[in-house]
């Protein structure tokens, strides 16, 4: 099971749009998207779990194209202990 990163999305997107492109490349199998507490809307981005040849495809299919006129950014979710931070 990979966790992929999705971003650059539209604060309009909801879960099952962004599940129903995902699926094209494969079953997925948990999607979570970030929301702003107050307004319910989509903060841009979310995490997505598919198996590791299914976001392979997806990240391969996605990372660039178009969506609701914004330009998707897909890639493999960084694991925090490798992120910079403070200290």
Request: include cysteine.
């Amino acid at each position: 099971m990979k966790k992929l990163f999705v971003g650059n999305l539209p604060p309009s997107t909801n879960e099952n749009e962004v599940t129903e492109l995902f699926s094209q490349f494969g079953k997925v199998r948990s999607i979570k998207l970030a929301t702003d507490v107050f307004t319910s809307k989509c903060k841009g981005f979310g995490f997505i779990e598919m198996e590791g040849h299914e976001a392979r495809a997806a990240i391969s299919g996605l990372d660039g194209k178009d969506f609701s006129g914004k330009s998707l950014r897909v890639n493999f979710e960084d694991p925090k202990s490798k992120r910079g931070g403070r200290r």
